[in-house]
């Protein structure tokens, strides 16, 4: 039997055809797609009032014939979502959340409460996979078929992963720890509230970003660092920064290892994980491995 998902629109709202489309590349793929209602009633810049966008949330995972609840994008409005949510409810009926960007705050908490969650490709990105109905060329359909496929693998059951790393400066060989983060700017901005980021002891924050320049990105990483959430992490991992633009000679990497000279922890980056073409997916909370290189995370 092909695998059922049910979809939500937690934060921001989407093109309509842009997510027929994404259902449609999905379909591609053999996936059954599920939706509690109308997807999408537009307020302000948001996909929906926060009580509509619970009341989607909530009816996703009622459903007992979807094996994942998949967001349709990200954007911004998710984190007025989680003093809303009725864990039990969750918890009766639990299959994995799927999603990244502004969705990072939901992964978290997700995790948080014991539930699954995979940091992974929009359903507004499935677009790229149909075949002459998009701009992608044939190699990147290729490259984000390898991405959906991963993560419908990882939906059904905790499979291998194995992705490039490159470590920055004085950074170990090898490194284990469970995975966190998700979004830059979207874990900063929650500093300072209840629902703020804290790295897990011994973690491997993986973070990201689109579109910010380098100083904007220094300064959400000083929050972070200033205010305690990555005090137990056991490392930073950087994935791709799509869009943001430099400032003068000197590399990001060098400005995010200054950044994070009060921690003494290390710095990798190269993951291709993030807001571009290159977002291959892993599990929140799983046991990352880094060593020759990779990182890897077992079945």
């Known amino acids: 039997m092909s695998l059922a ?38 307020c302000r810049y948001l996909a929906g009032t926060r009580d509509w966008r619970l009341a989607q949330l909530h009816a996703a995972y009622d459903d007992p014939e979807t094996q994942a609840v998949w967001a349709i994008r ?21 299959k994995p959340l799927v999603g990244y960007s502004d969705v990072t705050v939901l992964l978290d908490h997700w995790h948080r409460h014991g539930l699954p969650a995979i940091h992974g490709p929009v359903v507004k990105a499935a677009t790229g996979l149909l075949d002459g109905e998009s701009e992608a060329s044939h190699e990147d ?14 939906i059904q059951q905790p499979a291998a992963l194995d992705y490039p790393i490159a470590a920055w400066g004085k950074a170990p060989a090898t490194l284990s720890g469970p995975l966190a983060g998700g979004n830059l700017t979207t874990l900063a901005s ?15 924050v993986i973070l990201e970003d689109v579109g910010e320049p ?13 205010a305690g959430a990555l005090d137990r992490a056991a490392a930073v991992c950087l994935g791709t920064f799509e869009g943001c633009p430099p400032w003068g ?25 993030g807001h571009g073409l290159h977002n291959r997916p892993w599990r929140y909370g799983a046991t990352g491995h880094i060593r020759q290189g990779r990182l890897g995370v077992a079945g």
């Open 190 to 204: 929650l500093t300072g509230t209840p629902l703020a980021f804290q790295a897990p002891p011994g973690a491997l």
């Open 249 to 273: 000679e000197e590399c990001l990497e060098a400005i995010i290892a200054e950044t994070l000279a009060p921690l003494d922890i290390p710095l990798y980056h190269g993951l291709p994980i």
């Open 5 to 42: 998902i049910s979809l939500i629109a937690p934060s921001s709202v989407t093109d309509d055809a842009a997510v027929a489309h994404g259902i449609r590349g999905l379909e591609t793929l053999g996936v059954r797609v599920h939706c509690p209602g109308p997807l999408q009633q537009p």
């Open 141 to 154: 359909r290729r490259i984000l078929h390898r991405q959906f496929t991963e993560t419908l693998a990882l």
């Open 74 to 94: 990200g954007g911004y409005g998710a984190a007025q979502l989680l003093d809303g949510i009725d864990w039990e409810r969750l918890a009766a009926n639990p």
């Open 214 to 226: 380098w100083y904007r990105l220094e300064r959400a990483l000083w929050q972070l660092v200033h």
